[in-house]
């Protein structure tokens, strides 16, 4: 069993998938809840924002991680529905953190054949954001190597409510009968439609809950929680959790 106390390869081994991860068993599609900024900046005495900074550079090294190692599909949950509630400053701080990384980080992206999309609620998003979500995704929308989804004014109920709404409005228009209403066609209205499931949902900072993550496409995703804090998640946890993975065994019901 891979543990937190699992022996790591040298920083050296890291850069490539290290030879202890079977490359025919990688997740297709890893998703992360970031959890743990706050914490990570109080225990240093600093403010929550310095951990929400941080976090970033967090997130840019795992990007480069999942390319590197072959992983084609990342989905992190940047701000949930429910983090409305958190004080004003720190809402509008992460707005113009998300804002101004994306401005910073988009050459790369383009640069390195990454394909970033955005679900969840965008139209409540300040408009300044909103732009330049709308040109990081147009810029990008033929890149290959990484599909690369950020769940921002994401929550997994919310998005089900979208979803029935515009069902039943087609039904309404007559383009759709009751009855062909099915799993199958539910997914093409989600916000995911087109990606594979999760298989591997990473948590960090302890916490064993899914705080309204994608609650349909978890469904049969293995879970991995680490108590580290997001900030301190590097490619030496991300092999862990990897390697956690690779040992399960997925039965999706059957025997
Ligand atoms: C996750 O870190 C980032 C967001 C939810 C935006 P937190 O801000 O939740 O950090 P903790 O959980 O308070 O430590
Ligand atoms: C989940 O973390 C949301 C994100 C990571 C963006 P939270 O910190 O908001 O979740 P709870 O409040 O601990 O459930
Ligand atoms: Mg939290």
């Known amino acids: 069993m891979a543990t937190e106390s699992t022996p790591l390869p040298t920083f050296q081994q890291l850069l490539s998938l290290p030879p202890s991860l079977d ?24 403010p929550r924002i310095v951990g929400h900074r941080q976090g970033t550079e967090t997130l840019k090294e795992l990007l480069r991680c999942c390319k590197d190692w072959g992983i084609p599909a990342l989905t992190v949950y940047a701000f949930s529905t429910e ?39 965008l139209s409540d998003l300040p408009p300044s954001l909103r732009e330049q979500i709308q040109r990081a995704m147009t810029l990008t929308k033929d890149n290959q190597s990484l599909l690369f989804t950020v769940a921002t004014n994401y929550g997994g109920r919310q998005e089900l409510v979208q979803a029935c709404q515009r069902i039943a409005m087609e039904v309404q228009c007559g383009n759709l009968t009751v009855d062909e209403i099915n799993g199958q066609l539910v997914e093409r209205y989600l916000y995911t439609s087109g990606l594979p499931d999760p298989d591997l949902l990473i948590r960090t900072s302890g916490e ?22 997001w900030p301190d998640f590097d490619r030496g946890q991300f092999y862990r959790a990897l390697l956690a993975y690779q040992q399960r065994e997925r039965r999706f019901g059957k025997l």
């Open 23 to 46: 490359r025919q068993k990688l997740p297709r599609h890893v998703a992360v809840i970031m959890d743990g900024n706050g914490r990570w900046a109080r225990q240093k005495g600093l």
């Open 83 to 121: 983090n409305w509630q958190r004080p004003r400053e720190e809402v509008n701080f992460l707005m113009l953190l998300f804002e101004t990384v994306l401005g910073q980080e988009l050459a790369q992206l383009i640069q390195e054949d990454v394909r970033i999309q955005f679900i969840g609620s």
């Open 208 to 229: 064993m809950r899914i705080s309204n993550f994608l609650l349909w496409q978890l469904a049969y995703s293995e879970i991995y929680v680490t108590s580290t804090l």
